[in-house]
């Protein structure tokens, strides 16, 4: 199974700041029809995930412009600029490239 | 308005049988794979499988697979997950999903 490592596990930043997270894949996430599907979910406490990256850097409907997503192969991003109230909570990649599909173990955003 | 519904999930006891549903409006369900998630008390998310359009093709996470069955009736915009043979680690909320969107999931337990 693919392996994808979150780094770091949590991060503590004041609204405002910038924030990124790491996700490293074990195999090439490139599928043979040239895209990589790789995903990027918010979970706030009590609610299910939501969408906000996919395939690498296409932020879903109504996601806003301060989220960024980058990388290619085994090597992904996620950018939060300007990080506000509304970002706290955990933060997961996933992949879709390889069977079985797999989720990262998380990054928990919180406040300093 | 994209909606989905999970039920189905109860306390079960190791060995026995549970049918989790999904049912879903706001969108042309018999067009769209479909997926189940589902989440651990020790709040991790794991990919179980996915079904095709029509519902002839399927995939799964070997940690699951031979034990669930994932199902759709498409007349009825409905999604299934049989399980069978659970075990204390099948202890989790099941969330379906379609792409971006995510029911509010439902809550198995496995305990005796």
């Known amino acids: 199974d693919v392996v994808l490592t979150q780094t770091p596990v949590s991060l503590s930043v004041t609204l405002g700041d910038q924030a990124s997270i790491s996700c490293r894949s074990s195999?090439?996430?490139?599928?043979?029809?040239?895209?990589?599907?790789l995903e990027w979910y918010l979970q706030k406490p009590g609610q299910s995930p939501q969408l906000l990256i996919y395939?690498?850097?296409n932020r879903f409907s109504g996601v806003p412009d301060r989220f960024i997503g980058s990388g290619s192969g085994t090597d992904f991003t996620l950018k939060i600029s300007r990080v506000e109230p509304e970002d706290l909570g955990v933060y997961y990649c996933?992949?879709?490239?390889?069977?079985?599909?797999?989720f990262g173990a998380g990054t928990k955003l919180e406040l300093k | 308005e994209v909606q989905l519904v999970e039920s189905g999930g109860s306390l079960v006891q190791p060995g026995g049988s549970l049918k989790l549903s999904c049912v879903a409006s706001?969108?042309?369900?018999?067009?769209?794979?479909m997926d189940w998630v589902r989440q651990t008390p020790g709040k991790s998310l794991e990919w179980i499988g996915e079904?095709?359009?029509?519902?002839?093709?399927?995939n799964y996470a070997p940690s699951i697979k031979d034990r669930f069955t994932i199902s759709r009736d498409n007349a009825k915009s409905t999604l299934y997950l049989q399980m069978s043979n659970v075990k204390s680690d099948d202890t989790a909320i099941y969330y379906c999903?379609?792409?971006?969107?995510w029911g509010q999931g439902t809550l198995v337990t496995v305990s005796s």
């Open positions: 996933f992949q879709a490239t390889h069977d079985p599909n797999t």
């Open positions: 999903l379609q792409f971006a969107y």
């Open positions: 195999q090439s996430l490139e599928y043979s029809d040239g895209y990589t599907y």
């Open positions: 395939e690498v850097s």
């Open positions: 079904i095709n359009t029509d519902g002839s093709k399927t």
């Open positions: 706001g969108f042309t369900f018999s067009n769209y794979w």
